[in-house]
Nanobody
Framework: QVQLVESGGGLVQAGGSLRLSCAAS????????MGWFRQAPGKEREFVAA????????NYADSVKGRFTISRDNAKKRVYLQMNRLKPEDTAVYYC??????????????WGLGTQVTVSS
């Protein structure tokens, strides 16, 4: 079992930056692929980024590539999402997720409750 709690969301102007953090509980955090997803009002949840258990591999949605960076600290049981050059279309609730599958999967087993990110124009 893994429990996930996101933090770091807020209101920022377009072009600004935010760093999201996800704190995990559970002894096997380092064995999980971790991901970030987001859901905007009236839209389906979409993949943002993922990182392998070792941190050696990452994957990004095209819409955030070059602007967002995912990272993890297995000793602290945390995963991060650094978001730069934010755009109004990045406004959404951001969710942290964990899976025992590989980095290419979209099937995640555990989810946090989300943190709101609002980007004003």
């Amino acid at each position: 079992q893994v429990q996930l709690v996101e933090s770091g969301g807020g209101l920022v102007q377009a072009g600004g930056s935010l760093r999201l953090s996800c704190a995990a509980s559970g002894r096997t955090f380092s064995s999980y692929t971790m991901g970030w997803f987001r859901q905007a009002p009236g839209k389906e949840r979409e993949f943002v980024a993922a990182i392998s258990w070792s941190g050696g591999s990452t994957n990004y949605a095209d819409s955030v590539k070059g602007r967002f960076t995912i990272s993890r600290d297995n000793a602290k049981k945390r995963v991060y999402l650094q978001m730069n050059r934010l755009k109004p279309e990045d406004t959404a609730v951001y969710y942290c997720a964990a899976t025992s599958r590989g980095i290419a999967t979209m099937k995640y087993d555990y989810w946090g409750l989300g943190t709101q990110v609002t980007v004003s124009s």
